[in-house]
Every structure is written in structure tokens, then in C-alpha cells.
């Protein structure tokens, strides 16, 4: 698999690739293309499909991912990515889009834990250990971008809070 940061000019490149945007365009001569950038965690680049096959028009949208199979062309100075194929992928590691967090989730949960177990109050202590059991916490990041937008960036905040 390649990254975005990998592509190079002429080179024959396959990746799974998160869309950030999908735009149907028309050539002069009035034929059809799609114009998309893709993004993993290393970057975004933009990427054309030239003459999709007619029942792939329309069946792509923002946030899918996807298995792209393509060559890397120089255009208005930037490499982009001229499309061979595309195909929905419905199963991939939400690891080629986010960074992971600087502190182990594991580290951070577990100082969460710590942290209700010194809640006088019995009824909120067993509420957040309810809501500390939650898989969410070892992959949401805590924004989209700036703080901490990574893998586990939600318990990682958390617990640096915790710690002040």
C-alpha cells in the first residue's frame, strides 16, 4: 500500500485513501470525469478519473473510503493521481488516516480510572466507569484539527486534564 506522501510522477500507485471531496465534471468534448482528493494520514492529493465506467458516476461521496489504483502525473506544477480504478472499501485500518496519540490509550485510560476510583459520590463514580468501559475511548480523536485530532486523542486529553 502507498501513501500520498509516496507518489511520485509515472509511478504506478494503489492505496486506500479516505475522500475529502467528489465533484462529476465534463471534459470539453462533453464527456464526464471525476475529480477527487484523497487523503491518508501522510496528506491530500487530488485525483481525476478520466472515463469512470458509467455506473461509477455518482457512487462515490465525502468520508468513503476507498481502494484507488492509479499513476502519479504532474500537472500545473503538483502530482496528482490519474485514476485506473476505485472501489469502495467497506473493512480498513482507521489508522491510515490518523496519527496515534503521544501517550499509550492504555496509559490514558488507566489514569482515568484512577481518577473516578477518588469520586466520593457512588452513584457518578459507577456512571463513569460505565462510560470509561466504552471502545470509542481507544480510537476518537478529541477535534477534527489543532487539539489533539488523533487515535485516542479523546482519552489523552482527558487524562492530561485529569492530571492538573
Known amino acids: 500500500m502507498d501513501w500520498v506522501s509516496d507518489l511520485r510522477e509515472n509511478q504506478h500507485f494503489e492505496g486506500i485513501f479516505l475522500i475529502r471531496s467528489v465533484d462529476q465534471r465534463f471534459t470539453r468534448e462533453g464527456k464526464p470525469f471525476l475529480e477527487f482528493i484523497l487523503a491518508d494520514k501522510t496528506g491530500e492529493v487530488r485525483a481525476v478519473w ?17 481502494f484507488a489504483k492509479g499513476v502519479g502525473r504532474v500537472y500545473q506544477g503538483k502530482t ?21 496519540a503521544e501517550m499509550p490509550v492504555e496509559e490514558a485510560l488507566s489514569a482515568m480510572h484512577r481518577a473516578v476510583e477518588e469520586i466520593s459520590q457512588p452513584h457518578l463514580r459507577e456512571l463513569l466507569k460505565r462510560v470509561l468501559e466504552r471502545e470509542e475511548w481507544k480510537t476518537a480523536p478529541a477535534a477534527k484539527s489543532f487539539h489533539h485530532p488523533v487515535l485516542g486523542g479523546l482519552a489523552e486529553h482527558t487524562a492530561t486534564l485529569l492530571s492538573l
Do not use: I, M
Not at 496528482?80 to 472499501?89: A, R
Open 80 to 100: 496528482e493521481l490519474h485514476l485506473e480504478s476505485l472501489v469502495v472499501e467497506k473493512e480498513y485500518d482507521t489508522g491510515r488516516f490518523l496519527e496515534k
Open 50 to 66: 478520466w472515463d469512470p465506467p458509467q455506473d461509477k458516476l455518482g457512487s462515490f461521496s465525502v468520508n468513503s473510503v476507498v
